[in-house]
């Protein structure tokens, strides 16, 4: 496994067609990149779901069909195209917890999702190089990534 490690300065420059960001929280990084993409995370994130229509809450209620609510939760991933403003076709949010294998778990099966792209993972601020290296290393140990460390 190739890690190539990039400060913040050289965060923006091509190489890989997936970034992974932490979320607001979490990174200062994760702010900036979301003000060069028009604000369309922080968007998703504060859009409030409408209420049912009661034409279709009556037709629920009468055939006892079950309710799917999709409500957003702080532990969704946020994936928006962004090939225009940045160097990538991704840009990826994934909420970060404090535990670095969880968040490890969740980049590596979006990563298998995605049918492995080139990847550059800007890493949250409490969390070491080491430490994630580690994490990510107890799922795979072929894939070369790029990661952004906040100065």
Request: hydrophobic fraction near 40%; charge should be negative; charged fraction near 20%.
């Amino acid at each position: 496994m190739a890690v190539i490690v990039l400060s913040s300065n050289q965060a923006f420059n091509s190489g890989a067609d997936l970034w992974v960001i932490p979320d607001f929280s979490n990174s200062a990084m994760a702010i900036q990149l979301d003000w060069y993409n028009n604000f369309l995370i922080g968007k998703t994130l504060r859009k409030k779901k409408l209420p049912l229509d009661s034409n279709l809450n009556a037709i629920l209620n009468e055939t006892e069909l079950p309710r799917y609510e999709n409500l957003p939760s702080p532990h969704d991933v946020i994936m928006i195209p962004s090939s225009k403003p940045f160097p990538n076709r991704w840009t990826v949010m994934v909420g970060y917890e404090q535990d670095s294998t969880l968040w490890s778990q969740k980049i590596f099966k979006l990563y298998l999702d995605l049918n492995k792209p080139s990847l550059r993972i800007f890493l949250p601020s409490n969390l070491s190089m080491n430490q994630f290296v580690e994490s990510w290393r107890s799922f795979s140990s072929e894939e070369d990534l790029s990661i952004v460390l906040e100065n």
